[in-house]
Every structure is written in C-alpha cells, then in structure tokens.
C-alpha cells in the first residue's frame, strides 16, 4: 500500500516570498504520478501541478515548481512571489500508473497562510 | 465546459437513516471517483467506476456503496448512517485511465452531517 506524509501541518510564508512545503512517499510502485493539489475555503481541489514518475525533468507552472527525488521518495512545491490567493489547503497526493483503477493517496495537507 | 456538479451541497441527516449523493461528471468523462473528507482521517478514497464498472474500491464498510450510470453520473450512498459519517464528500471526475494527459477535475463536495 502506499502511503503519503506532509510533515508541515501549518505553514506562514510573507506576501511576495517564496515557501516550500514538504512531501514523502511510500511506494514499491516503479510508473507513478504525484500531484499537489490546493483546495481553499470553497472546498474544491484544484490541480496546482502534476509530475511523471518517469520524468526525471522537475514539473514547473508559472510560480509553482517540484523538487522530485524518485530515490528518496521525496517531492517537493515551491511557491515563488506568494501571493493572497495561495492561502489554502495543500494537498500532496499519488496515483499508481496501471490497467486496475485509479485512485489518489493522499496525504495529511499542510494549511498555508500567505501574510500580507 | 461545465465542471463537477455534486447535489445537494449540504445535508443533514439523523443517524440510523440513509442518504444519496449524487455527481455529475465534466462531459465526456467517463471515471469517477468518490472521496470522504474528515478532520481526523483526512481524505480517503471510497471507489471508482468507469463505464457503469467499479473498477476500484477503497476500505470502507458494505453500508457505502455507488453505482455509475450510462450518461457517466454516480450517485453514492450510505445506509444505516453513523455519527461518524459526517463529512465532506468530494468526486472527481477524469477522462479514462491514469496516463500523462489524465487530470482529475473535482466538485465542491456535499458536507454531509449526521446527528
């Protein structure tokens, strides 16, 4: 089974800074997705940006980039120039590459409060 | 297009009763997945279908079961409701299997409260 961990419950960041929040896996999968989804009060999830486990290129949207390590089973989001709108909910999540279905693991979320 | 739509948006129910939700995916969509989403357990995946088949199904009790429809909408529903089964119930939608062009799309959930 696998299993996803955010250590970072809350997090604060100042307006126009840049902030990292964390994600570990746990997989014997080898062909995988991993996603960060944000999902502020209105409650829906929104896709913020999705990597190929494959890949070994880091996924990057606008001011979202990944920091993928596929050894250590570690994947990353930096968020650059922060801003109001990024306050929210961060969710990291799996997803195993196969014919059987498909399902996200996801993990705990981390609350991020951009400051102004 | 129009997105995810999950009826009703809120619902209040007493316990020992039961309850249908009900999703209807983007157009032309045919997987949807079904999530709980509770302060304490967090999200977790309940099932999948894809082309009227559950095609996955997560670690949850025979009282939650779901069904897809040919038009692509599911409906979910839980029998004999518990305390414990407030929350909020979130669908996601996606085109076909996991794949490099695959997005899942979500709705914003019905909050489901038990009391």
């Known amino acids: 089974a696998q299993t996803v961990t955010q250590s970072q419950p809350e997090m604060s960041v100042q307006e126009a800074e840049t902030v990292t929040l964390s994600c570990t896996y746990d997989?014997?999968?080898?062909?995988?997705?991993l996603f960060w989804y944000k999902q502020p009060p209105s409650r829906q999830m929104i896709l913020v940006i999705r990597?190929?486990?494959?890949?070994?290129q880091n996924a990057t949207e606008n001011r979202f980039s990944v920091n993928f390590q596929k050894a250590a089973k570690s994947f990353s989001l930096k968020i650059s120039d922060s801003q109001l709108g990024d306050t929210a909910m961060y969710f990291c999540?799996?997803?195993?590459?196969?014919?059987?279905?498909?399902?996200?693991?996801f993990g705990p979320g981390t609350r991020l409060s951009v400051l102004p | 297009k129009a997105g995810v739509t999950q009826t009703p948006r809120y619902l209040i129910k007493t316990r020992g009763q039961q309850v249908t939700l009900s999703c209807s995916p983007i157009?032309?969509?045919?997987?949807v997945s079904w999530y709980q989403q509770t302060p304490g357990q967090g999200l977790q995946f309940l099932f999948e279908?894809?082309?009227?088949?559950?095609?996955n199904k997560g670690n949850f009790p025979g009282r939650f079961s779901g069904r897809q429809f040919s038009n692509s909408r599911s409906e979910m529903n839980v029998s004999t409701l518990e305390l414990g089964d407030s929350a909020l119930y979130l669908c996601?939608?996606?085109?076909?299997?996991?794949?490099?062009?695959?997005?899942?799309?979500f709705g914003q959930g019905t909050r489901l409260t038990v009391v």
């Open positions: 157009s032309g969509h045919r997987s």
């Open positions: 997989t014997s999968e080898n062909n995988y997705y």
């Open positions: 996601a939608s996606s085109l076909e299997r996991a794949s490099s062009n695959t997005e899942a799309f």
């Open positions: 999540a799996f997803m195993k590459h196969d014919n059987y279905g498909q399902n996200f693991v």
């Open positions: 279908y894809f082309s009227e088949t559950q095609r």
């Open positions: 990597q190929e486990a494959y890949k070994q």
